[in-house]
T-cell receptor
Framework: EPEVTQTPSHQVTQMGQEVILRCVPI?????FYWYRQILGQKVEFLVS????????KSEIFDDQFSVERPDGSNFTLKIRSTKLEDSAMYFC???????????????FGPGTRLTVT | AQSVTQLDSQVPVFEEAPVELRCNYS??????LFWYVQYPNQGLQLLLK??????LVESINGFEAEFNKSQTSFHLRKPSVHISDTAEYFC???????????FGQGTILTVHP
């Protein structure tokens, strides 16, 4: 069964450093998403991406964040200068082909735990 | 704006007992409703969804949820739980087919033998 994969599973970085979180969505999916979950809090939407551009972003997704689909298979989230409060589990998700019920179904990866020290 | 409230952060039950995990939402537009499950060290998996039509929706492993528009609820039920149902369950709402999901805070279901 196809699945969304994410690397690394755990990333430790120092405050102020840049990090790139990587995701490989399901191959025929059209929409891509990043969410995060700070420990003990809700899963929060960060950004959605379609047709090589951001379709929606939350107020959390400020200028420190960027997303890219560099090669048609990977989908990355970059944090330019990490802060302590960026420590969280980051989930990538993708959803399916247009005109079908699959468009409503977001498939999630296992997450990357980011720890900023 | 949309929001989701899961009224119970933890629900302990014994094996073969029935369970209900509660979810209420608020939204100014039509909604699509979802339940996701997260097993330890895994990602979120879609358990079931309400898009339109019958207000009672079922999953392949015996869970069901009922959309109640007047009460703005989408409670998850199972008549007889198994040890393997131990996981965290998230209720979520979306206003469009490809739009962001807004999640509740999650309910940890623990099934005891």
């Amino acid at each position: 069964e196809p699945e969304v994969t994410q690397t690394p599973s755990h990333q430790v970085t120092q405050m102020g450093q840049e990090v790139i979180l990587r995701c490989v969505p399901i191959s025929n999916h059209l929409y891509f998403y990043w969410y995060r979950q700070i420990l003990g809090q809700k899963v929060e939407f960060l950004v959605s991406f379609y047709n090589n551009e951001i379709s929606e972003k939350s107020e959390i997704f400020d200028d420190q964040f960027s997303v890219e689909r560099p090669d048609g298979s990977n989908f990355t989230l970059k944090i330019r200068s990490t802060k302590l409060e960026d420590s969280a589990m980051y989930f990538c998700a993708s959803s399916g082909t247009s005109g079908s019920e699959a468009l409503y179904e977001q498939y999630f990866g296992p997450g990357t735990r980011l720890t900023v020290t | 704006a949309q929001s989701v409230t899961q009224l119970d952060s933890q629900v302990p039950v014994f094996e073969e007992a029935p369970v209900e995990l509660r979810c209420n939402y608020s939204s100014s537009v039509s909604v699509y409703l979802f339940w996701y499950v997260q097993y330890p060290n895994q990602g979120l998996q879609l358990l079931l969804k309400y898009l339109s039509g019958s207000t009672l929706v079922e999953s392949i492993n015996g869970f069901e949820a009922e959309f109640n528009k007047s009460q703005t609820s989408f409670h998850l039920r199972k008549p007889s739980v198994h040890i393997s149902d131990t996981a965290e369950y998230f209720c979520a709402v979306s206003g469009t087919s490809y739009g962001k999901l807004t999640f509740g805070q999650g309910t940890i279901l623990t099934v005891h033998p």
